[in-house]
């Protein structure tokens, strides 16, 4: 099976050496050229658009920052659907909308292809070490087809039946994780101004009931608020909130503490944090 893969950020360049490194043929693009070298070196053709890559292969995957960026790479007359054709598969693995995702398992069907949103839980190491948790909701004959290649890149994978369920679960899994982590941040800035060692409160953590390896990554980091090498992008993280209040918006349920977590991290964005990995949120909760 020739792969494509579009999107080489933090997670996709990452995902798409693990299928190389797997033997899988793969055709690769990407909209800043100076991440095709390593790629290249692992054996990967690169194409001159997203139309020229669907053209190319049998199965094409994009790993996108937004819906915006999914769009772009998906319509136009160098887009990923003017170079599908009957019996191609295209999986969408960003974190976008359930409605983004509908727009392209129609579009996608319209051209005789078959469609999967696939979004991951992980951030770098997780793609790196390929042990990624993959969400995946679609056409479940390109899912059973795809599974081999799907267990190249994560450790569990779920199939959540019809499009949309898996970008709706993923946005309520990363509310959870945003929201875990500035509880963090608060409690780490709380012991801090109580003459306390925060290390110590992250000892505590970490024998207890809330003990994960998210505090165990991060904790350190927050506690020596330095620098922030991003693993997930704060501004990343913003957007899925966003996204999410949104989805809890149309369908009627309130999301009280989301609400305010995403002032937080829009404040952060606006202090210059938006690059920084997501844990940066913790410099203004200092404040």
Known sequence: ??????????????????????????????????????????????????????EAVDLIIAMMATPEAVTAVRDGADGILAGLSVGKGFIDMSTVDAHTSHESDRRVHEKGALFLEAPV?????????????????????????????????????????????????????????????????????????????????????????????MFRLKGPHIVANGEFPAAFPLKHMQKDLRLALRLAEETGQPLFATATINELYKAAIAAGCGDEDFSAVSRVIRK
Do not use: H
Request: net charge neutral; glycine share 12%.
């Open 121 to 213: 839980a992980g951030s770098r190491k997780p793609a790196e070490e390929a042990t990624l948790t993959i969400m995946a909701a679609g056409d479940r004959q390109l899912y059973d087809t795809s599974l081999p290649l799907l267990e190249k890149l994560g450790k569990k994978i779920l199939y959540l039946g019809q499009t949309g369920k898996a970008s709706a679960l993923k946005l309520a899994n990363n509310l959870v994780m945003g929201g875990a982590l500035t509880a963090l941040c608060e409690g780490l800035a709380l012991a801090e101004k109580c003459g306390i060692d925060p290390c110590q409160l992250l000892e505590v953590l970490d024998s207890g009931a809330v003990a994960n390896p």
């Open 1 to 54: 099976m020739k792969i494509g893969f579009i999107g080489l950020g933090i997670m996709g360049s990452a995902m798409a050496a693990n299928l190389l490194k797997a033997g899988f043929p793969v055709t690769i693009w990407n909209r800043s050229p100076e991440k095709y070298e390593p790629l290249q070196a692992l054996g990967a053709t690169v194409a001159g658009s997203p139309r020229e890559v669907a």
